[in-house]
């Protein structure tokens, strides 16, 4: 199948799904999601494979087994091709249209302890400053769950306390409803946005390691 955009069907099914969570309205409305949102994402990541690799795509389903909420159903369909646990590139459609990103999503605590000493190495993180200031100087935003104070083991006024707050670190970028998301143009869009992400990719494979 060749790429030729996301339809407004794909939208529209999950403005829908936002307001109508429930089996019966998924049963009813499956071919929806699997001719207007599954099948063009994975006419769109296999375009994207040659130059980044296999995509992963997520399953529709939530794992409600640990949580409060319990609404079976994912209303957005994301995308990821990982380069090193829990690290990658993704894409996803959602009410919202699409959004592009990457970076590493969770950090299993040896990998973040490994991030926090790259960051306070003198030239591993300053390399790291350079790399974030480039991406947001082209309109990445730079995202991820951050603690509140200082980890522990390290002062409240280190000089790094900003960076050293994340417990995971991705940039992204919302494309939103433009027009080009209905167009193969997409696939061009979304290389554009991976190859600007991957220097943060790349840093954190090659320190965050356990």
Known sequence: MVFEGFPVAALDFYDDLEVDNTKSFW????????????????????????????????????????????????????????????????????PRGIRTGGGCYWFEPPRLAAFRDAIVH????????KRLAVAEKKGYEVTGDRLK?????????????ELLRYKSMHLGRTIGFEPIIHTHDLVDEVKKDWRAVRPLVEWIAEHAIA
């Open 122 to 129: 003198d030239h591993y993180g300053l390399d790291l400053e």
């Open 149 to 161: 104070t200082a980890p522990r083991g390290f002062d409240k006024e280190h000089p790094k306390i």
């Open 27 to 94: 049963e009813a409305h499956k071919h929806i999601y699997k001719e207007s949102v599954h099948a063009p994402m994975k006419a769109l990541t296999d375009e994207l494979a040659e130059e980044f690799g296999t995509a992963k795509i997520f399953r529709p389903y939530r794992d409600v087994r640990f949580s409060k909420d319990k609404l079976p159903y994912k209303t957005h369909q994301g995308a990821f091709v990982a380069v090193a646990p829990q690290t990658g590139y993704y894409v996803e459609v959602s």
